[in-house]
């Protein structure tokens, strides 16, 4: 346990973690951006990664997705340690990551988005028809309802776009998907079909890790609740079995305090 976690008994996942991290820790100059943070995700386990602005959530993500490589610490995945230097590796290895400006092409539909960069695959390249009938299949299997899947993503709603990426983000086939801040900015019917998607996510199997401030959110669609406070870990509840004021105080030190 590292220090500055919060233990609750019972709280460590039923199944073996997929993914995990180990002492992570990541500085940049002066400021220590993480502190021997560690976590777990299991399949079939939505988790929420919360804390105020500068905790370092999207700096673990960052490291995890190989977009920044972390000073110290190991990740491992099916209980084997990896190494992700750049985002090509994380994707190789099966994690996933949907970053909340989306990264859509807006001037292009949806099948174009979703197959963007991976036009040709193992057997050549992929006809229209078929990618047409294969984002057809994706989206009814994740029950995400976009009337033309050939119209502009522009034309489309918030929500709509973040079903798009958080679909594209499935076209490889990965066991871990990260999301970062998924309703930020969306509605409150855009949210409820964004929070419904995630738990499809975890309904097929994927171990998924959602960055939230909302914590009504977070409280609706997640399994656990991890802490980050100045770079540490300060908390892993058992969403159920939790009340907000217990993650409030975890977020902002009171409890540590008390």
Known sequence: MTAGTTSKAGNA????????????SKRYGAVQALDGVSLDL???EVVALVG???AGKSTLVKAISGVISPDTGELAFDGRAVRIARPHDAQAIGISTVYQDLALCENLDVVAN????SERNRWGLLRPLRM??????????LDVRIRDIHAPVAALSGGQRQSVAITRALIGEPRVVLLDEPTA???VEQTAQVLDLIRRL???GHAVMVISHNLADVRAVSDRIVVLRLGRNAGDFRTADTSQEAVVAAITGAEAAA
Request: no cysteine.
């Open 202 to 204: 975890r309904d097929r």
């Open 52 to 54: 105020d602005n500068g």
């Open 13 to 24: 996942p039923a199944a073996t973690p997929v993914l995990s991290a180990r002492e992570i």
């Open 114 to 117: 979703l197959f963007l960069g």
């Open 42 to 44: 299991a399949e079939g």
């Open 185 to 187: 900015a969306l509605g």
């Open 132 to 141: 047409e009938r294969a984002t057809r299949d994706l989206l009814a299997s």
